[in-house]
């Protein structure tokens, strides 16, 4: 049998759907960080840190090389790297790290704006699997091999109260919460109805098919997703577009839209090889209300990304 652990064979279990805010006595509660989500492999004198698509991201966050020093066990814990500014997460300040390649740069970065790794699950100890464990004794197990420090840290959660912690997080502007049902176990690379997202804004991931210049430092993105293999046309997202985003796409001539709406006239066509995160405000209608761009994915390949 394969060891999970030095396969690097470990994918997170994912969020399945997003609602509203509610109680629930078999459910626990904690913050949604607005991070980037990372397994990290834990040994007494090394820390592994990997993302959803089990890339390395050590290079990028040097900051955090020593932290297995606060890890008392050889493990697999999930959690999200962040980046705090004035106690609040910042995904633009993340982003950008995460586009760095020179070293210089990103250990410039990593003293001005630092980051932490806060984990939330631990899916493996000591050399045992704990996916089928329930998520309440995951936790206890967690807790027992973290010790705190400011590179580090362990996600806090309460019980039953969903609402009132999704109030305070509102109050702060921060993200949302979590919900996810105690007895759950660890479905590797699926996505659970036992865990659900409780978003102050929501987000989602598009493919960037091309982008309409508005003014000389205005630009739009054009959002699209795959239907079947077909890109479909989803909008566009204006606020949160730099010129520094735009430079990263390569244009085509090609119009790859089979069915393209009005309103895309003196498009620039770019290679679908760019994922984005656009945030919007919550609607019922099936269109992008105040969308802002977040910045690119290096986690998600374009063909995961996908619509009705």
Same mark, same amino acid.
């Given at each position: 049998? +394969? *060891?999970?652990?030095?396969?690097?064979?470990?994918? =997170?279990?994912?969020?399945?759907?997003?609602?509203?805010?509610?109680?629930?006595?078999?459910?626990?509660?904690?913050?949604?960080?607005? @991070?980037?989500?990372?397994?990290?492999?834990?040994?007494?004198?090394?820390?592994?840190?990997?993302?959803?698509?089990?890339?390395?991201?050590?290079?990028?966050?040097?900051?955090?090389? #020593?932290?297995? /020093?606060?890890?008392?066990?050889?493990?697999?814990?999930?959690?999200?790297?962040?980046?705090?500014?004035?106690?609040?997460? *910042?995904?633009?300040?993340?982003?950008?790290?995460?586009?760095?390649?020179?070293?210089?740069?990103?250990?410039?970065?990593?003293?001005?704006?630092?980051?932490?790794?806060?984990?939330?699950?631990?899916?493996?100890?000591? &050399? /045992?699997?704990?996916?089928?464990?329930?998520?309440?004794?995951?936790?206890?197990?967690?807790?027992?091999?973290?010790?705190?420090? @400011?590179?580090?840290?362990?996600?806090?959660?309460?019980?039953?109260?969903? +609402?009132?912690?999704?109030?305070?997080?509102?109050?702060?502007?921060?993200?949302?919460?979590?919900?996810?049902?105690?007895?759950?176990?660890?479905?590797?690379?699926?996505?659970?109805? *036992?865990?659900? /997202?409780? /978003?102050?804004?929501?987000?989602?991931?598009?493919?960037?098919? #091309?982008?309409?210049?508005?003014?000389?430092?205005?630009?739009?993105?054009?959002?699209?997703?795959?239907? !079947? @293999?077909?890109?479909?046309?989803?909008?566009?997202? +204006?606020?949160?577009?730099?010129?520094?985003?735009?430079?990263?796409?390569?244009?085509?001539?090609?119009?790859?839209?089979?069915?393209?709406?009005? @309103?895309?006239? #003196?498009?620039?066509?770019?290679?679908?090889?760019?994922?984005?995160?656009?945030?919007?405000?919550?609607? +019922?209608?099936?269109?992008?209300?105040? =969308?802002?761009?977040? &910045?690119?994915?290096? *986690?998600?390949?374009?063909? !995961?990304?996908?619509?009705?």
């Amino acid at each position: 049998m +394969t *060891d999970l652990f030095e396969s690097r064979g470990a994918s =997170p279990m994912l969020i399945a759907r997003q609602e509203e805010a509610f109680d629930d006595p078999n459910s626990i509660y904690e913050l949604k960080l607005d @991070g980037i989500r990372c397994l990290a492999y834990f040994n007494e004198d090394t820390v592994d840190l990997r993302n959803k698509r089990n890339l390395q991201l050590n290079a990028k966050f040097p900051e955090l090389r #020593g932290i297995y /020093k606060n890890v008392s066990a050889k493990c697999i814990l999930d959690g999200e790297i962040v980046v705090l500014k004035n106690g609040v997460p *910042d995904f633009y300040a993340l982003q950008k790290r995460t586009l760095l390649t020179e070293r210089f740069k990103i250990e410039m970065e990593s003293v001005r704006f630092p980051a932490s790794f806060v984990a939330f699950d631990c899916i493996y100890a000591d &050399g /045992k699997e704990l996916i089928w464990e329930p998520l309440t004794v995951r936790k206890q197990i967690l807790t027992g091999l973290v010790k705190e420090s @400011g590179r580090i840290a362990v996600s806090r959660y309460i019980e039953e109260k969903g +609402t009132a912690l999704y109030r305070a997080a509102e109050q702060q502007e921060l993200e949302g919460i979590v919900a996810k049902k105690k007895d759950s176990i660890y479905v590797m690379g699926k996505r659970s109805r *036992d865990w659900i /997202k409780c /978003k102050r804004m929501a987000d989602e991931d598009f493919i960037v098919a #091309g982008y309409i210049r508005k003014g000389k430092h205005i630009f739009t993105l054009i959002l699209a997703k795959y239907r !079947e @293999g077909v890109l479909v046309y989803k909008g566009h997202v +204006t606020a949160g577009v730099t010129e520094d985003a735009v430079a990263e796409l390569s244009e085509v001539s090609r119009n790859p839209f089979y069915l393209l709406p009005a @309103g895309n006239q #003196g498009a620039v066509w770019v290679k679908q090889d760019h994922v984005c995160i656009v945030e919007y405000m919550p609607n +019922t209608k099936q269109a992008l209300r105040q =969308p802002v761009f977040k &910045g690119f994915r290096n *986690d998600v390949y374009p063909e !995961e990304v996908v619509t009705q």
